[in-house]
């Protein structure tokens, strides 16, 4: 399992930064109605309102690059926990920003996996 | 709930690290048998591994300052999701050390909250 865990998590963060970077509208499909988003200190309930603040980022274009993915099997049976450290590179800032974001995966009862949590921050040197 | 989360998360946290920084070997009554942590990608398995390494890092003396600190309530009954950002001084290096952890907070059957998952990052700048 907890190959299995690091297989899928790791699978999930290239997937989830590709929609990000190239396609951020479509995120809004791995999210569900009670899932939760920190992002910078700021709390927003549910896919909808996550879907647009993601959509409100004060940047249209990005690149995420991944530095280090960690993964653990979570307590919920079949759910993951997922924690990022990389830099997210906006075309009109001459320094890359650093940054760690965390995702909890919990299955659906589609048996599919979705973000139940997910918490961002910029890393301030 | 997300308030109490929110308290009672902030509270282990200052917890944790006054711990960690004056009484490090207590750190372990906050652990179980099927504790697991990430440290900086080394995986460590169980109360005691993850508290003989702890005991084992290369500094005897150490301060946690605490930058930021976001909470969510978890998918488990009463558990809670710690997401920290901070910087770690040490008493032999000029440069404070960033680091980002997060801790997933489980009650055990005898309704404590035990540290279920760990993932501790240095962020390189």
Same mark, same amino acid.
Do not use: W
């Given at each position: 399992m907890e ?6 998590g ?7 930064? =590709? +929609?990000?970077d &190239?396609?951020r $509208?479509s995120l809004?499909t791995?999210?569900? $109605?009670? *899932?939760?988003?920190?992002f910078?200190g700021q =709390?927003?309930?549910g896919?909808?309102?996550i *879907?647009?603040?993601?959509? =409100?980022?004060?940047f249209e274009?990005?690149?995420h690059?991944? *530095?280090?993915?960690?993964? =653990? $099997?979570?307590a919920?049976?079949?759910?993951? /926990?997922?924690?990022?450290?990389? *830099? /997210?590179?906006? $075309?009109?800032?001459?320094?890359h920003?650093r940054?760690?974001?965390m995702?909890?995966l919990v299955p659906?009862?589609?048996? &599919?996996l979705?973000?139940? &949590?997910?918490?961002f921050r +910029? &890393?301030?040197?």
């Amino acid at each position: 399992m907890e190959e299995e865990a690091d297989i899928v998590g790791k699978a999930f963060v290239e997937h989830y930064y =590709q +929609l990000f970077d &190239n396609e951020r $509208p479509s995120l809004s499909t791995l999210y569900q $109605p009670d *899932s939760m988003l920190t992002f910078e200190g700021q =709390q927003i309930l549910g896919v909808d309102d996550i *879907s647009s603040r993601l959509q =409100q980022l004060p940047f249209e274009r990005c690149r995420h690059v991944v *530095s280090t993915v960690d993964t =653990q $099997p979570s307590a919920v049976p079949g759910s993951i /926990l997922i924690f990022v450290s990389g *830099s /997210l590179e906006l $075309p009109d800032e001459e320094h890359h920003l650093r940054f760690s974001q965390m995702f909890h995966l919990v299955p659906t009862a589609q048996g &599919n996996l979705c973000v139940q &949590n997910d918490i961002f921050r +910029l &890393n301030y040197g």
